[in-house]
């Protein structure tokens, strides 16, 4: 077994965890990359992170990136991101993540891109698979959450590609950062009546999540909505937005019975997922990603135990690596240390 480094390729953030060669987590970072605005500023995250995992001989990349709207289709995609990660990490070994077919060189990525393209999850599933032989993985993001079935100490997902996936509810398009207010919910309560919301991207769910208190900063790198501060203030005026007001027009108790009401709404519509994909399934519940605690909570509505990712892992950062659960998973099955 050899220290090996996991990377995953995100079209937001870039995540990436180092491992030696017991598994052990050694450290893992998260790094803002909108990636939407082109690779340079993957290339510019590539550097940040290497400058806190330090070197390594084997290197693991898994990607959702490919779906970045500067790419013309998927499997350019993959194309490029394999292309400037080499560029990056020159002489070392690289492993790239293909899910069933497994681990391939970068000179096989194209054969195997329908495999890579965003798979991410599954890298994550299996290693919760692994450990807990039963049970059902959720991974709730910045953007979206997976929710995989375990059997038999191995991931059973109904779906493979993301299109079948959003199918099977296995994928759901909902985050505790980057997700619209309005792709939440279309009617709020407010001021003793049932409303309309905004259909406009005045709002984020990291902006509810901030004045319900439980979005931590360190998982809230994203830029805001209006490109204006993080403070409780300034997302309740986001938020006032939503409902046709201004901050002014309500106290703070009213935004943030507001937000407490979102964030509801977001875990009721998560766990209508969760219903259909553990239905037959026994088990716990194995958490990851920014948005644990909600994850928590669907857990306690199901009346399932809650198991945490970091409880899985061993080493220094563990938080961090369960928020970066892709990255960690792909650099433990390439580094040998599931043998």
């Known amino acids: 077994m050899a220290d090996c480094i996991g990377w995953d390729l995100g079209g937001a953030h870039l995540k990436a965890v180092r491992l030696d060669a017991a598994g052990r987590v050694q450290a893992a970072v998260q790094l803002q990359c909108p990636l939407w605005r082109g690779l340079p500023h993957l290339e510019s995250?590539?550097?940040?992170?290497?400058?806190?995992?330090?070197?390594?001989?084997?290197?693991?990349?898994?990607?959702?990136?490919?779906?970045?709207?500067?790419f013309p289709d998927r499997r350019t995609g993959v194309a490029r991101l394999v292309e400037t990660i080499a560029r990056k990490l020159p002489d070392v070994e690289l492993r790239i993540f293909a899910g069933r077919d497994g681990?391939?060189?970068?000179?096989?990525?194209?054969?195997?891109?329908?495999?890579?393209?965003?798979?991410?999850?599954?890298?994550?599933?299996?290693?919760?698979?692994?450990?807990?032989?039963?049970?059902?993985?959720?991974?709730?993001?910045?953007?979206?959450?997976?929710?995989?079935?375990?059997?038999?100490?191995?991931?059973?997902?109904?779906?493979?590609?993301?299109?079948?996936?959003?199918?099977?509810?296995?994928?759901?398009?909902?985050?505790?950062?980057?997700?619209?207010?309005?792709?939440?919910?279309?009617?709020?309560?407010f001021n003793g009546r049932m409303q309309r919301i905004a259909a406009e991207h005045f709002a984020t769910m990291a902006d509810v999540h901030r004045l319900t208190g439980r979005l931590e900063e360190s998982c809230d790198l994203a830029e805001t909505a209006d490109g204006a501060g993080k403070s409780p203030a300034d997302s309740a005026r986001r938020l006032a937005r939503m409902v046709g007001r201004d901050l002014q027009d309500a106290p703070m108790l009213a935004w943030n019975a507001l937000a407490h009401f979102l964030a509801n709404v977001q875990v009721q519509d998560v766990a209508a997922a969760f219903e259909q994909v553990s239905s037959g399934v026994p088990g716990p519940v194995v958490g990851a990603g920014a948005g644990r605690f909600a994850i928590r909570e669907l857990a306690r509505r199901s009346g399932r135990e809650y198991i945490d990712f970091s409880e899985l892992i061993e080493g220094d950062d563990r938080e961090w690596a369960a928020v970066c659960a892709p990255a960690f998973a792909v650099a433990w099955l390439a580094g040998g240390a599931a043998a």
């Open 45 to 70: 995250a590539i550097d940040q992170a290497l400058v806190s995992m330090g070197s390594s001989p084997v290197h693991a990349i898994t990607m959702t990136g490919e779906l970045a709207d500067i």
């Open 103 to 189: 681990f391939v060189a970068p000179g096989q990525a194209q054969a195997h891109a329908d495999r890579i393209a965003s798979a991410n999850w599954l890298a994550s599933a299996e290693f919760a698979a692994r450990r807990c032989g039963q049970g059902v993985f959720v991974d709730m993001g910045t953007t979206t959450t997976d929710i995989v079935a375990l059997r038999d100490g191995s991931a059973q997902p109904q779906g493979m590609s993301d299109a079948e996936r959003l199918a099977s509810e296995e994928l759901v398009y909902t985050g505790v950062v980057r997700t619209p207010v309005m792709a939440v919910a279309q009617r709020v309560p």
